[in-house]
């Protein structure tokens, strides 16, 4: 059977005639809608020739390579044995979709492959095991091949505070693996792997994406060899024995995720955006948050904290989050974690009082929790030891264990520890944080699947609850804890410099309303740097915006521009939200420019931002992509607080005249003039369809 997959100008070509395991003939370009002539033909045509010092049959790469069908890279499978697969059964569960089953002596491979409406590529691989003796399964992953024009990688790397840095290099025979062994994604996971076209930049080139939906250890490849294609490669990382399969077991890996664009790495956004959006069920508008973080630390009681629900709530704040500090004996990061109960010496009258104030006001509760982790000095460790991942004399991260999900008995502890707070509580949002690596070889694939269940649970027990994924910033972001949350916590730096990049590059696969994205205090609590009120509430803005500063502190006319600021957010959320994101190719190391268009293309928002010191005494025009090049538009400033800082006699005379209206094509070819901003500004424009 020859079956041709094609959506959003997408094509996915699969050759399963038979008896041998099915191989891709081509994923890239849609093809039209070619006869099943047509397909034969191109089967045929795509046979190559015969090598010398080879096999005597033409090579070609299934989609489950191994050494026996003369494929020498890096093993899709690795188990007991070398098994010899052959194609048993293929379906098709739906138009889009694609069911193929392989089989080997004693095994069964069950691979779904989905090519959504919005191009986006699915894969995954279900192992039974058939036969009479366990099998330990070292490595299941997907492999996909890519044409050899592309030939340059762009994967991420990272640390605390810093995550999501790209690095790319040229890709030549051999191999770029890259793993994670954190029992977590981490903070230098490399997230999303592309391959692409020479030069290939935000909105040129050929691109080809893999991301591994899965929040635990985890491979990303590229490979090319001198005997054979280059391939694109994604699989769930196991240690040894950590997946062993009883007669009769089965195992199922994450899913692959992978996307082809002809229009850089924003098209690989835009179509990773739409299909994230029509998969998950319509959110509530992304409230405002006040996250008490680094507003007060530790230092929590309803005196201290009352005057910030006040000032939040004059602000026009939708959520007020209660961070870490609200449970029994915490008075610092050295203990209790584990023990779920509120604090009655902080809390003589529990969390109620806390409440109340923020509900009166008007607002949303939300809590902090960090379920997965037990203090050593906490009454859960010592009642419980057996229940520590690795054993109470493990190592120490942050001065704190790991408790062992997949242990029966704590994984229902922490259910009903959560069950009780939010029956007892209204809580309509908890921040889950995760602030270590598992450090336990063999651990991370059930810890992982026990997480997965145990938010499952709670999301079914209380649907209207939302959660955010926290892992000491932004060390678990991910397509399959996704399905489980409602947020993220993009990165712990709220230093909006460095917050730029971080969300400028987080956000190629997930869109911006899952990134959480606060104004902080004017010196940044990570880093010490000051930044301008404007540069924040601009940084803030483009995310699920929100607030980790104590506002009390803050000068009058600051709480008047940040309740002004919430006040353009509310109006603008539903393009910000909804919208396409766009970003400039980088031409200019000192600035960046980024916007977010409506899907009708009517409206438009951007931002100019200033880095550095600019490298010449007249910066380029900025260019606006993504509008409709027929379309007329008019462009205008918007000043989110005080307006940024310029060094300029005078500024460009359109924006002397406070707008000028063009059509989308010469916005985007030509572009405007820009302000010179000083270092660590930027300047907004809103752009709306000309009458």
Not at 247 to 256: C, L, M, Q, R, V
Not at 269 to 291: D, F, G, K, M
Not at 304 to 312: C, D, E, K, Q, S
Not at 540 to 563: C, K, N, Q, V, Y
């Amino acid at each position: 059977m020859l079956i041709h997959l094609q959506a959003a100008g997408t094509s996915f070509v699969l050759d399963a005639r038979g008896p041998q395991p099915p191989s891709v003939l081509h994923w890239g370009a849609a093809l039209g809608d070619p006869a099943d002539e047509d397909l034969a033909a191109l089967a045929s045509a795509a046979v190559p020739a015969v090598p010398p010092s080879s096999l005597d049959t033409p090579p070609r790469l299934s989609i489950l390579p191994t050494l026996g069908d003369g494929w020498s890279g890096r093993p899709a499978f690795a188990g007991a044995g070398r098994p010899r697969w052959h194609l048993s059964g293929v379906s098709r569960p739906s138009p889009a979709s694609v069911l193929v089953t392989l089989e080997a002596e004693g095994l069964l491979v069950a691979t779904e492959i989905e090519l959504s409406a919005q191009g986006v590529l699915r894969v995954r691989h279900r192992l039974d095991n058939t036969g009479r003796e366990p099998v330990d399964v070292g490595g299941l992953g997907v492999v996909l091949p890519v044409p050899a024009r592309a030939s340059e990688v762009l994967d991420f790397s990272g640390l605390w505070a810093y995550e999501r840095k790209p690095q790319r290099i040229a890709l030549r025979n051999g191999a770029w693996v890259r793993e994670t062994r954190h029992g977590r994604p981490g903070h230098d996971d490399p997230y999303l792997m592309m391959l692409g076209t020479p030069g290939f930049s935000f909105g040129e080139g050929e691109v080809w994406a893999a991301h591994l939906a899965w929040s635990g250890d985890k491979q990303l490849w590229v490979e090319r060899s001198s005997l054979g294609p280059a391939v694109l490669g994604a699989g769930e990382l196991l240690a040894p024995g950590e997946v062993r399969l009883a007669p009769g077991d089965s195992y199922a890996t994450p899913w692959t995720v992978a996307v082809w664009s002809a229009d850089g790495i924003d098209g690989v956004s835009a179509r990773l955006h739409e299909w994230i959006r029509s998969r998950r069920a319509p959110l509530t508008p992304r409230p405002v948050v006040l996250n008490t973080w680094e507003a007060v630390y530790f230092d929590q009681s309803l005196e201290r904290l009352r005057p910030l629900v006040t000032a939040a709530a004059e602000a026009g704040v939708e959520r007020f989050v209660l961070d870490d500090g609200w449970f029994r004996g915490r008075t610092d990061d050295r203990r209790a974690l584990g023990d779920w109960t509120v604090d009655p010496v902080r809390w003589p009258q529990g969390l109620t009082p806390l409440i109340e104030a923020v509900h009166e006001r008007g607002m949303q509760f939300g809590l902090w929790l960090e379920p997965e982790m037990v203090s050593p000095d906490s009454e859960l460790a010592r009642a419980h030891p057996d229940w520590i991942l690795g054993g109470p004399d493990a190592a120490t991260w942050r001065h704190q264990l790991v408790l062992d999900l997949s242990i029966p008995a704590a994984w229902s502890f922490v259910l009903d520890s959560i069950a009780a707070l939010l029956t007892e509580y209204p809580i309509a949002f908890i921040k889950w944080d995760h602030n270590r690596d598992l450090l336990q070889e063999g651990s991370a694939h059930r810890q992982t699947t026990a997480l997965y269940r145990l938010l499952a649970t709670l999301k079914h027990r209380f649907p209207d609850v939302e959660i955010e994924s926290c892992a000491s910033g932004g060390a678990r972001i991910d397509l399959g804890i996704l399905d489980h949350v409602d947020r993220f916590w993009t990165s712990d730096t709220n230093d909006a410099l460095e917050r730029q990049q971080i969300q400028r590059w987080t956000g190629i696969l997930m869109p911006p309303e899952l990134l959480g994205s606060h104004v902080g205090a004017p010196t940044a609590h990570i880093t010490g740097r000051r930044g301008d009120l404007s540069f924040r509430l601009a940084t803030s803005f483009f995310g699920h915006p929100g607030i980790e500063w104590d506002l009390t502190t803050a000068p009058p006319a600051d709480r008047a521009l940040i309740a002004a600021w919430v006040t353009e957010y509310q109006k603008r959320r539903a393009l910000l939200h909804t919208g396409t994101v766009v970003r400039s190719d980088g031409d200019d190391p000192t600035r960046l420019i980024h916007g977010v268009v409506s899907p009708d293309r009517r409206s438009a928002l951007y931002a100019l931002v200033s880095l550095r010191a600019p490298g010449t005494a007249i910066p380029p025009p900025m260019l606006l992509k993504g509008l409709d090049p027929v379309r007329r538009y008019t462009v205008r400033p918007l000043t989110l607080g005080s307006p940024p800082r310029t060094l300029q006699d005078a500024p460009p005379p359109w924006l002397q005249a406070g707008e000028v209206t063009l059509t989308g094509r010469v916005l985007a070819e030509v572009g405007l003039p820009v302000p010179l901003l000083t270092p660590e500004q930027a300047q907004l424009f809103t752009v709306e369809a000309a009458p």
